[in-house]
Every structure is written in C-alpha cells, then in structure tokens.
C-alpha cells in the first residue's frame, strides 16, 4: 500500500429528547476525529511514555479518519447524524443501531465506518463489532462521555475522557484482540500477536512499570497498549505486530476502504 489509507466516517449522535447533554456538539465529535488520528498514526504526544524496550515496537498505522463529505446518495454533508430518541438508554443489544428500536439507521459499512454516540447503560464504555459479523450492525458504539476529550468527556474526575475509548473499539473492528487473549488470567491463551507479551487478565487504572504475570518478566505485560483497560491517560501505542493484524483485516474483509 502507498500512502494512508483514509477511512470515511459517519458519526450518528443519538440523543434522549430530554437531554440535551447527549447531543453532543460538533467540536466534541472533531476531537475525537483528532485523537485517531494521532493515536493510529503514532503521533499522540503520550507515545514518548513508551518504555525503552518496546520503543521499536511503536506503530504508525498509516490508517487516517475523516468525517464522511459525501452522504450515501452523494450529497454534501459533515459526516455527523442528529437523532432524537424517547429511549432513555441503550446498551450492548443494538437498539442504537436501528430506526426502528429507537436509533439511526447505517450507512453503508463498505464504504462508512459507522460511529455511534448515545447513552450507554451501567459500565459499558462502548463496544464493536469484528469485521464479517452482519452489515446492519457494523461499526463501533461509544459512550458520549466518553467520545472525544471536549463537552461531556471533559467532566471532572473522568478518567475516560481522551477518546481511547474510541481508539480501542476500532482496534477490534480491524479485528484486534484484547492484550491479555480474554482467557480469565489463564495465560493459556494470547491475542494472536507476536510481539505483544503474554498477559493474565486486563490491567485497570494506572499500573506501574512492570507488571510481571504468565512468567513474562523482566518488561511484564504491555499494559500501556490500547488494547488493555487501562484509564485512557494510560494507553498509548499499538505494535507491529497489531498493525499486520489491521493490514490483513484492510486486505481481506475490509478491502473495500482501500479501493
Ligand atoms: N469495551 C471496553 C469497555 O466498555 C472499552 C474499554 C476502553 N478503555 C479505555 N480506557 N477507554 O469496558
Ligand atoms: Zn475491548
Ligand atoms: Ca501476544
């Protein structure tokens, strides 16, 4: 591949009609547009908190974002859909994804990555889809607290509010797997990358350097990968090894972003 690839974007903001706090401004949708674009191209300001021994490890994606121009049938547009929902919240279940359940429709997900923002229930941060699950509910969900770093994400004492949220939810929809292989602390199984330690179970809030689990000393788990679950202000790189998983996944599944 010559260059970045762009990938256009359509973000749906889904707000409760009486709450006006979740119809998140355009200036918050902008600064999430601004993270990914920093965080897959290696060029967020935290990446020079990588530690030494990983520092070659350190990937620009070469993957770009933009708010879709082009509507579905070609007319103009800012990329950024206002619904108005009577539903007070949504969860993992997809309402959010349809007109029918009280959401916004998608647009192609061959040619748009669908973004959702809303009300999301209890913990959930946001969520994703893997490349070849169903057409209709493609793309990623994120809480509007936790979309962007302006408006609702800037709240005090959020430790969600640099848009990593985001950043790790496309990671999955180009078919990344969580750091530590989803296995409960097992170390029986990885994320099917190479160059990323074998890890125990998700590391939260902001663990010191290095966490040794799975017999992965000295360095310990790469807990500061954006495919953990750390707070955000503790996630800054993807590998190598994780952007030739990406590549794959643009060459295969989602080859239509590269035409
Ligand atoms: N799917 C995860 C959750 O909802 C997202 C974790 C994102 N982590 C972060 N630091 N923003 O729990
Ligand atoms: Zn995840
Ligand atoms: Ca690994």
Same mark, same amino acid.
């Given at each position: 591949r010559r260059g970045p690839v762009v990938i256009p974007v359509v973000v749906?903001?889904?707000? +409760?009609?009486?709450?006006?706090?979740?119809?998140?401004?355009d200036e918050q949708v902008h600064s999430?547009?601004?993270?990914l674009n920093q965080d897959f191209r290696a060029a967020n300001p935290d990446v020079s908190k990588v530690p030494d021994v990983w520092r070659d490890l350190v990937a620009d994606t070469q993957i770009e974002f =933009?708010?879709?121009t082009r509507d579905p049938n070609g007319e103009p547009t800012d +990329?950024?859909?206002?619904v108005v929902?009577? =539903?007070? /919240?949504?969860?993992? =279940?997809? +309402?959010?994804?349809?007109?029918?359940?009280?959401g916004a429709d998608p647009w192609p997900s061959d040619r748009y990555l669908n973004m959702w923002v809303c009300q999301l229930a209890g913990s959930l941060l946001g969520y994703a889809t893997f490349p070849g699950q169903p057409p209709h509910l493609d793309g990623v969900?994120?809480?509007?607290?936790?979309? +962007?770093?302006t408006g609702t994400a800037a709240a005090p004492g959020n430790p969600f509010n640099r848009g990593r949220t985001t950043t790790h939810e496309i990671g999955h929809w180009l078919n990344l797997f969580?750091?530590?292989?989803?296995?409960? /602390?097992?170390?029986?199984?990885?994320d099917k990358v190479a160059d990323t330690p074998n890890q125990a179970d998700a590391n939260t809030g902001m663990p010191t350097f290095p966490h040794v689990t799975c017999a992965n000393g000295p360095n310990g788990d790469m807990f500061m990968n *954006?495919?953990? *679950?750390?707070?955000?202000?503790?996630?800054?790189?993807?590998?190598?090894?994780?952007?030739?998983?990406?590549?794959a996944c643009l060459e295969g599944a989602r080859a239509s972003f590269l035409a």
């Open positions: 749906h903001v889904v707000a +409760g009609r009486d709450h006006p706090e979740q119809n998140i401004d999430q547009i601004t993270v =933009r708010l879709a +990329g950024i859909v206002r929902t009577d =539903r007070p /919240g949504f969860d993992h =279940r997809d +309402g959010v994804k349809s007109s029918r359940t009280g969900v994120i809480g509007h607290s936790f979309f +962007g770093t969580h750091i530590w292989g989803d296995d409960d /602390g097992a170390c029986s199984s990885d *954006y495919m953990d *679950y750390t707070d955000d202000a503790g996630m800054f790189m993807f590998t190598q090894g994780q952007l030739a998983r990406m590549n």
